[in-house]
């Protein structure tokens, strides 16, 4: 990505069936670079986000359950890897950033990024700043509890150290509810169940509702504790969320008389903005972002 912010190139590669996580990371970023006539003179640095919760001034990672990591120290050892300044931060720390810069934060002081996928995390910007927490903590709202009495029994993680209303909420679990009422179906992702709810399919549409009402209630939490003027929804599974917007508004402004919009992230490939954008803060340059 240039200093701008334009993509210049990307590639994936699959987190869960790499034994050498870092190793593959570093050599895809050569990759990158060669297949681009680049080479690392001319990078400022790197920025990653990482699904857990992340030391950001050591750059440990403290504890991230979908990728196995307590405590490793992913800045030293990319660094190890590659000859450039390595910046790290949670996943959504940095899709909150990417939405700062380029989308709806552009304009808002005070708002909040909700990220949608395997779990469900959140960002935090308060008077313009990012919000992590004493313990690096701040937006685990993974762990909050949206239905007291299903909490007390037990219920089945998306991962091991997955919170509650990642175990509701997060493409895992939907994906797992609906093969608990179709047992003898082929097992479903979670934008294949949404797809056949909007089309009617009777238990596609219950546990979507389940989905949203446990999502909608974190909202108001949420809500009632930081008074955000914006709330936006990011991850794969908010491009299916379009169609349950007012839904949640409703159950929202049922319960709490406080005004907040809420509304899609329009900003293409958010996260990778955001990796970037914490590269320009917080390298010691004379650049001007």
Same mark, same amino acid.
């Given at each position: 990505?240039?200093?701008?912010? +334009?993509?210049?190139?990307?590639? +994936?590669?699959?987190?869960?069936?790499?034994?050498?996580?870092?190793?593959?990371?570093? &050599?895809?970023?050569? @990759?990158?670079?060669? @297949?681009?006539?680049?080479?690392?003179?001319?990078?400022?640095?790197?920025?990653?986000?990482?699904?857990?919760?992340?030391?950001?001034?050591?750059?440990?990672?403290?504890?991230?359950?979908?990728?196995?990591?307590?405590?490793?120290?992913?800045?030293?050892?990319?660094?190890?890897?590659?000859?450039?300044?390595?910046?790290?931060?949670?996943?959504?720390?940095?899709?909150?950033?990417?939405?700062?810069?380029?989308?709806?934060?552009?304009?808002?002081?005070?708002? *909040?990024?909700?990220?949608?996928?395997?779990?469900?995390?959140?960002?935090?910007?308060?008077?313009?700043?990012?919000?992590?927490?004493?313990?690096?903590?701040?937006?685990?709202?993974?762990?909050?509890?949206?239905?007291?009495? &299903?909490?007390?029994?037990?219920? +089945?993680?998306?991962?091991?150290?997955?919170?509650?209303?990642?175990?509701?909420?997060?493409?895992?679990?939907?994906?797992?509810?609906?093969?608990?009422?179709?047992?003898?179906?082929?097992?479903?992702?979670?934008?294949?169940?949404?797809?056949?709810?909007?089309?009617?399919?009777?238990?596609?549409?219950?546990?979507?509702?389940?989905?949203?009402?446990?999502?909608?209630?974190?909202?108001?939490?949420?809500?009632?504790?930081?008074?955000?003027?914006?709330?936006?929804?990011?991850?794969?599974?908010?491009?299916?969320?379009?169609?349950?917007?007012?839904?949640?508004?409703?159950?929202?402004?049922?319960?709490?008389?406080?005004?907040? +919009?809420?509304?899609?992230?329009?900003?293409?490939? *958010?996260?990778?903005?955001?990796?970037?954008?914490?590269?320009?803060?917080?390298?010691?340059?004379?650049?001007?972002?």
């Amino acid at each position: 990505m240039n200093l701008a912010g +334009t993509i210049i190139d990307q590639t +994936t590669l699959a987190t869960q069936t790499h034994t050498h996580l870092i190793d593959s990371i570093a &050599t895809t970023t050569k @990759n990158l670079l060669e @297949n681009n006539n680049l080479d690392f003179k001319k990078i400022y640095g790197i920025g990653v986000g990482v699904p857990g919760i992340t030391d950001f001034h050591k750059g440990i990672v403290i504890d991230a359950p979908s990728l196995g990591w307590r405590n490793k120290p992913i800045k030293e050892e990319l660094e190890q890897l590659l000859p450039c300044p390595v910046y790290l931060d949670n996943d959504v720390n940095v899709a909150a950033l990417g939405e700062q810069w380029k989308g709806t934060g552009k304009t808002k002081q005070n708002f *909040v990024m909700i990220t949608l996928g395997t779990g469900i995390g959140c960002g935090l910007i308060i008077n313009g700043n990012l919000y992590r927490g004493f313990a690096y903590a701040a937006g685990e709202i993974g762990y909050m509890i949206t239905n007291m009495d &299903t909490a007390k029994k037990n219920y +089945t993680q998306a991962f091991h150290g997955y919170g509650f209303l990642d175990s509701h909420v997060g493409g895992p679990s939907i994906s797992s509810r609906m093969a608990d009422i179709n047992p003898n179906e082929e097992p479903l992702s979670a934008k294949e169940i949404f797809q056949l709810a909007n089309k009617g399919n009777p238990n596609a549409k219950h546990v979507v509702n389940e989905t949203i009402s446990h999502l909608s209630f974190a909202l108001i939490n949420l809500i009632s504790i930081l008074n955000p003027a914006h709330i936006v929804l990011g991850g794969g599974i908010s491009k299916s969320m379009h169609p349950y917007l007012p839904s949640i508004t409703t159950t929202i402004q049922k319960h709490l008389p406080i005004q907040t +919009t809420i509304s899609i992230t329009n900003v293409e490939h *958010v996260s990778l903005l955001g990796a970037a954008y914490l590269v320009l803060r917080e390298h010691k340059s004379v650049l001007i972002v």
